[in-house]
């Protein structure tokens, strides 16, 4: 692992990647490459410079020069010389354009140096940082990109840091984080991840073309519309094959992944927080850090790319306290009873789900304050007198007793307007300065750019975590942010377009704050679902609330487009009830499970109205998952097959494969695939499939084996695998 500088390269390199960047003629930097390591002779550096053509942007950085931005990979984009795209970075001063001209100074590699607030890539003994200062003279005002790698992993963290060493106050209009090149852009397409709520993370498909494209959030979340993942791959890429591309931003609030792909069939991908809602002011000697984005790569297709993504964010994002640890199955009261119980329901249905092996009971929304049903209360966290006449602490104290860990539902950034904290803060919220203001499911957003709202959440909080001596915290945010503006930032002298960053660092504040206080409470991210699921919130949660629908066929496609960019080990799935409250589809229990396996397994159904057959199912199900769970925990995910009737996925740990078949609707002409290649598995190695039945590695990485189960309703065996939303579990031990 190294980094070295050869005349006017810079080579970032470790085992499995390469980065260079050039300082070019005018002082900019330009992107040369990033992708599988580049061993570099001192004669190869010549041939990294591209020659400048007569093609090139017609006009010149300087009289009788040649040289012009129009088609160099800049590093910091900037706009305003010879570009013509958007900047990646943009300042006005006294509202005035400035055109930065942003020159290399000088370089740095040392780790100490670097601060961070809020959610970031976490450093350990094996990384290596490079910090490259820019400066536009002009201004005095300074820019260092930085960048951190470690000795190992297809994966490059980028952020950059404006300090304004100047006399005047300049506004930062556009903050991007990270620019990334690529060339022959038509034989790409771009992958992102659009969608709703109860259908979070579709995968669409976008050819490269000349024009721009983008995916963007402006809700204030990272949101149940786009997420901040986006793949380029290459047009024949498979599942285990060809060369992609990814990046994701460690952030949670509005942001923006463009690619512009210009004349020259280059494409440029640029991430950051969104510029529409973004303008942070720089007065002389301030400075701003924008998030971090995180750069990825994969020669071995889509499934090597959600390794390196997977390994990536378990080692650097996630609590290293979380990260591998096996988490609680929980049982969730949500579907069950939504605002409907008291003490003695919670209390029975506890008992029920120590019985079949549960581990944690967790109390969703409605235990507090007069919560019967969405339109009051948040803001007001203590117990509801009626449901819980003896006290939370005494209910906490009877959970504990069973055996069980305790969880509790809070929706920390909201309020309600018939409450005594919106009685007496009635400032607290976020409203516009002209009155009139939108609802979302009844509620309003508190103001978090106010350190002092925060405080007051958090001493909340803090007294019902201690009172209960609670093991989990749900953290759930259900609507999107509208006509912002904050009291608090206008008394503050503080510019209104800085509301939505501030909000999200409020946001990571008040994670601090209980995480500082309590650091093994397990707090599970949600945004009415998978509104919020990003690497910001991942960087406290270790897990997230994958979707509000837990209708198993529709979780096929949210899981394994999820799984592209996170790890499985962070993706909550519940078990629920049938028909599907969200859908309404009736599915059998074992599909459920077959799909929430892959995964954190928790259950969200009324154990109590199950007979003794289910009962006894779920039992084993619980079971299995403890048996495999260090398994899940440290395994890798594998999309193996996927045809619109049929999935196939494998989770592959030193001592296991599991294999996860599932078909969607039975099909008479079995158009689906009858066997399935594990293209991943050792040929060598030999599997029990069963006690007395073994496969060879080779027979399932080359031939294939038969899918597990029949489709088509004729085969009188597996009478019970037959008809719609079938699936099967198979387990493969290593010899
Ligand atoms: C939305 C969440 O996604 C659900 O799981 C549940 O917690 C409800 N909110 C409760 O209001």
New binding site residues.
Partial sequence: MSITKINNIFHLSNTDMSYLIKIMPNGQLEQLYFGPTLVLKEDDFSLLEHSEGKAAGTVKYAKNSSFTLADKHQECALYGTTAFQEASLEVTVHDTPHYLELKYLDYDTQKEKLSYSGPHVRLNDDAEILSLRLEDAGLQLQVTLEYVFFKKGKNISKRVLINNNGQHDIVLTRALSSTFWLEDANNYQAYHFSGAWISERQLKKYPLQQGSFKVESLTGTSSHQHNPFVAIAKKETTFDTGMCYGANLVYSGNFIQQIDVNEWNQARLMSGISPYTFSWQLKPNENFATPQTVLSFSQDGLNGLAQENADFISEHIISPFWAKRERPIVL?S?ETYVFDFDENKLLTLAKEAAALGIECFVV???WFAKRNN?RSSLGDWYPNPEKFPNGLQVFAQKIHQMGLQFGL?F?PEMVNEDTELYRKHPDWIVEPPQGRYSYGRGQLVLDFTNPAVVENIFEQISRIIDETQLDYL?W?M?RNLTEVYSNYLAKSGIRQGEFFHRYVQGVYQLYEKLLERYPNLLIEG????GGRFDLGILYYSPQI?VS?NTDAIARLDIQENTALAYPITCLSNHVSQVPNGQIQRITPLETRFNVAIFGILGYELDLLSLDEHSKNIIKQQITLYKNLRHDIMTGRFYQVLKRPNQHIWALQSPQIILVGYFSILADINQSTSKTFTLPFVDSQTTYDIVDNQTVSGSLLKYRGMPVPIALNGTNQETAALVGDFQSKLLLLRKH
């Fill in positions: 969730n949500w969703d929304d409605g969405d539902w929706e749900k759930d259900n949600c945004a009415s679902g609330w509000d």
